[in-house]
């Protein structure tokens, strides 16, 4: 705090002190039964009586404690207090001891692995504990995702689900981006690939509609996708065989997707969480995309294939 700022806090509180035990001493004058001078209607007076004893006490005990607060605790600008304290030492000592208490809750899983870990039922409890603070809000609670959100409990991922993947994902996040191609297709190859993309899982596709699909596809989407549209890990372009959806499967959602692009971006956790919260969550993550522990962790029937995701982020 500068010099200015400082004397300016110093002259308001204390500028305030005195004022209030000038109010006070200055309504102390006079005697029950003293009037002001001011009368109504010939005979309604108006009296200054002044505060009760008890009363004036107590304004004044206020006044005692502020004076002793500012000489103990830090108030006036720049002087901290005998006492020495400030909130921000409280908070550090108060998250110092809890990350001692965590480092020692943890201890016993240092010397795991991530495959450990996702076998461990301690583990994975106390991974789901840091994934409910730390990723429910964007992957829900049951780790299923939404429209946007990927679902984390399969094995479809965008980046690779093996554990080292999983930890540079958490640690590092993810951002990946489809260009939009609006203008950089025509209307037929548009709807080539609309008629053609949402169903390449399905075998009943009309094979014409596939076959020009395909041509569509291996001029504008291959590169990424790959020439069998299996995707492509060191890219992060997903697959596009299966039947799971990041932004939805339908024909509108899917030519919305190829109009416009898509953007996603999975924030950096190595400043929210500890190495140690970062291997216990990758290991929870991972018993859930392997269907280890079963009904124990996931309680919600399946999200529809419309709201799954293309590819998982990690």
Known sequence: MTTFWHLWIVVIVVASIVGCVWLLLANRKGKSGDT??????????EYNN????????????TVVFAVGYLAFYPGLGNLAGR???TSTQEMEEGLAKLTEQRTAQYA????YSVDQLAQDAGARSMGRAVF??????????????????????????LYGGDAETLLATIKSGRTSKMPAFNGALSPEQLQALVNFVPFWSDKELDPHAREVGMAAFAGMCAACHGAEGKGNVTLGAPNLTDDVWL??????RVRNSILWGRESHMPAH?????????????GYIKSLSEKQSGAEVLQTPPAPPSQQRTAALP
Not at 50 to 61: C, H, Q, S
Not at 247 to 252: R, T, V
């Open 36 to 45: 002001t001078g001011h009368v109504w209607d010939d005979d309604l007076s």
């Open 50 to 61: 002044p505060l009760p004893r008890w009363w004036f006490n107590l304004f004044v005990l």
């Open 83 to 85: 006492l020495g304290w």
């Open 108 to 111: 016993r899983y240092v010397s």
């Open 132 to 157: 409910l603070s730390n990723c429910a809000g964007c992957h829900g609670p049951d780790a299923r995702g939404a429209i946007g959100f990927p679902d984390l409990t399969d094995q479809d991922w």
């Open 247 to 252: 932004f939805g499967g339908s024909q509108e």
């Open 270 to 282: 190595d400043t929210l969480i500890s190495p140690d919260e970062q291997r216990l969550v990758a």
